[in-house]
């Protein structure tokens, strides 16, 4: 088992900067793939970003590309979100995720992740 808390969240300005933070216990952290998620009111829960062990390497959703910048420290067993250049659309509940690496097809996928966090809610105002 693996416990993903997320932290970090709160109100900003359009154009300004959140860092989240996601802290995992139970198993080896550093052999997981982790990720960020988030659902908008009324939207269905979207890939944002996630770092592949297997690959070693880091993948954006389109929309944030550019703005925003995942990140890991294994030996504090937290991954990061920096968001930058915040936008209102930006506005959602983030959650952090984890799977076993051997599970991941796309890494874009709900249902490759077999850990959720509560999630924190991100507003940004326009």
């Known amino acids: 088992q693996v416990q993903l808390v997320e932290s970090g969240g709160g109100l900003v300005q359009a154009g300004g900067s959140l860092r989240l933070s996601c802290a995992a216990s139970?198993?080896?952290?550093?052999?997981?793939?982790m990720g960020w998620f988030r659902q908008a009111p009324g939207k269905e829960r979207e890939f944002v970003a996630r770092f592949s062990w297997r690959y070693g390497g880091i993948y954006y959703a389109d929309s944030v590309k550019g703005r925003f910048t995942i990140s890991r420290d294994n030996a504090k067993n937290t991954v990061y979100l920096q968001m930058n250049s915040l936008k209102p659309e930006d506005t959602a509940v983030y959650y952090c995720?984890?799977?076993?690496?051997?599970?991941?097809?796309?890494?874009?996928?709900?249902?490759?992740?077999?850990?959720w966090g509560q999630g924190t809610q991100v507003t940004v105002s326009s």
């Open positions: 995720a984890a799977t076993n690496p051997l599970r991941v097809r796309s890494g874009t996928q709900l249902s490759e992740y077999d850990y």
């Open positions: 139970g198993r080896t952290f550093s052999n997981y793939d």
